[in-house]
């Protein structure tokens, strides 16, 4: 089954910048969908950015003009690139791939906090 491992959030002030990478595994990367979602306290997991095999890419209004994702297929990596940082992006990022697998898992997320 898919499994994924998110890493580079942190702590970061409005208006900065932060990267945030995914490592996937179990599964042929450079076949499938990657999405980046995240999820709130006390909010509902939301999508935030996709990325299809041909580099097509779509994003939540929210984030729009301001996210940017990518892949590295040679890596089984997809990033998310975070510019214009508000308050309101303050969640725990999760990837995954789409569609997902009934067998994949979540991962442990990276925790990015946007605060002065």
């Known amino acids: 089954q898919g499994q994924f491992v998110e890493s580079g959030g942190g702590l970061v002030q409005p208006g900065g910048s932060l990267r945030v990478s995914c490592a996937a595994s179990g599964f042929i990367f450079y076949g499938y969908t990657m999405s980046w979602f995240r999820q709130s306290p006390g909010k509902e997991r939301e999508m935030v950015a996709t990325?299809?095999?041909?580099?097509?890419?779509t994003y939540a209004d929210s984030v729009k003009g301001r996210f940017t994702i990518s892949r590295d297929d040679a890596k089984n990596t997809v990033y998310l690139q975070m510019n214009s940082l508000t308050q309101e992006d303050t969640a725990v990022y999760y990837c995954?791939?789409?569609?997902?697998?009934?067998?994949?898992?979540w991962g442990q997320g990276t925790k990015v906090t946007v605060s002065s």
């Open positions: 995954t791939r789409f569609p997902r697998a009934a067998r994949d898992a």
């Open positions: 990325i299809e095999n041909s580099g097509r890419t």
